[in-house]
Nanobody, 123 residues
Framework: QVQLVESGGGLVQPGGSLRLSCAAS????????MGWYRQAPGKQRELVAN???????TYADSVKDRFTISRDNAKNTVYLQMSSLKPEDTAVYYC?????????????????WGQGTQVTVSS
């Protein structure tokens, strides 16, 4: 099994910054894609940022030039640096990691989600 643990959410004033982290653990063989999603009350979950292995990061238009996604492959960790936060960024943020896990005599794909971390932007 692969587990994801998120951290870094909280309450911040408009214009402030937060950094989210998501660390994966378990019998991980390789990781292909890492991403961050968010879900605001009454809305569908939406993709915020995505970073594939060896590829370019992509962002939702609403967060471009304000958020930066990065990954540390040695630590199986993905980060989301959020700056110039707005009240409309308030949501529960989820990380998503896709890859391959391995064990004794097998290798299997996995698609894991973090538990979610609340980000509230308010004065």
């Amino acid at each position: 099994q692969v587990q994801l643990v998120e951290s870094g959410g909280g309450l911040v004033q408009p214009g402030g910054s937060l950094r989210l982290s998501c660390a994966a653990s378990g019998s991980i063989f390789s990781i292909s894609n890492m991403g961050w999603y968010r879900q605001a009350p009454g809305k569908q979950r939406e993709l915020v940022a995505n970073i594939p292995s060896g590829g370019l990061a992509t962002y939702a238009d609403s967060v471009k030039d304000r958020f930066t996604i990065s990954r540390d492959n040695a630590k199986n960790t993905v980060y989301l640096q959020m700056s110039s936060l707005k009240p409309e960024d308030t949501a529960v943020y989820y990380c998503n990691i896709v890859g391959w896990r391995s064990g004794s005599g097998f290798r299997a794909a996995f698609n894991a989600w973090g538990q979610g971390t609340q980000v509230t932007v308010s004065s």
